[in-house]
């Protein structure tokens, strides 16, 4: 069974600007959640979506946004870019919800802000 | 407020000797807890977790204990091998919750061969 796919995994973006970043995940499972790791905050989530809504959403600016398709697939969406919105973002995976399940994560997107 | 701490940076151990890494939390709700590892440039790749109505869960060489009275839980490697050397978060979920882990900071696991 294939993993967690992201894509893309390196992208540079200029102030301002704005990105959009995609998760593809396990066959199977409908949850998918996306974290953001830096140096400094280490791995903090951003928000959990589930069938297509939003369960759950960390302390993040409205800025960072996101949503799911119909096929479970995860965008996250980050406008006005800022420097310090450089960072590895994760998104993982899981087959349930509403109990404890690990998820599974892919291999990121590492974005960087000039 | 970090609600979940991983107090020592980094842990340097032999080849076949015991690895022991801490994590330590301040949420009572919190009922489930995980332990990943992660190499440079990759996503973190699930270990193995325990939920709060166990004190141990074992799942090969890898062991996690789990003292819910110190809100204290660590992962025991046996035999550490020079493979494991990796960065390790401890995560913590609450039900209700459960999609939003906690993480940890992390520590540096160094096997020497």
């Known amino acids: 069974k294939a993993g967690v796919t992201q894509t893309p995994r390196y992208l540079i973006k200029t102030r301002g600007q704005q990105v959009t970043l995609s998760c593809s995940p396990i066959?199977?499972?409908?949850?998918v959640s996306w974290y953001q790791q830096t140096p400094g905050q280490g791995l903090q989530f951003l928000f959990e979506y589930f069938s297509e809504t939003q369960r759950n959403k960390g302390n993040f600016p409205g800025r960072f946004s996101g949503r799911q398709f119909s096929n479970s697939r995860s965008e996250m969406n980050v406008s006005t870019l800022e420097l310090g919105d450089s960072a590895l973002y994760l998104c993982a995976s899981r087959g349930a919800v509403n109990t404890n399940y690990e998820q599974y994560f892919g291999p990121g997107t590492r974005l960087t802000v000039t | 407020d970090q609600q979940v701490k991983q107090n020592s940076p980094s842990l340097s151990v032999q080849e076949g000797r015991i690895s022991i890494l801490n994590c330590d939390y301040t949420?009572?709700?919190?009922?489930?807890f995980l332990w990943y590892k992660k190499y440079p440039a990759e996503g973190p790749t699930f270990l193995i977790s325990?939920?709060?109505?166990?004190d141990k869960n074992e799942d090969g060489r890898f062991t996690v204990f789990l003292n819910k009275s110190a809100k204290h839980l660590s992962l025991h490697i046996v035999p550490s091998q020079p493979g494991d050397s990796a960065v390790y978060f401890c995560?913590?979920?609450?039900?209700?919750?459960?999609?939003?882990?906690?993480f940890g900071q992390g520590t540096t696991l160094q096997v020497k061969p």
């Open positions: 949420n009572s709700m919190f009922d489930y």
């Open positions: 995560a913590a979920s609450r039900s209700g919750n459960t999609g939003k882990l906690i």
């Open positions: 066959s199977g499972h409908r949850s």
């Open positions: 325990i939920s709060s109505i166990k």
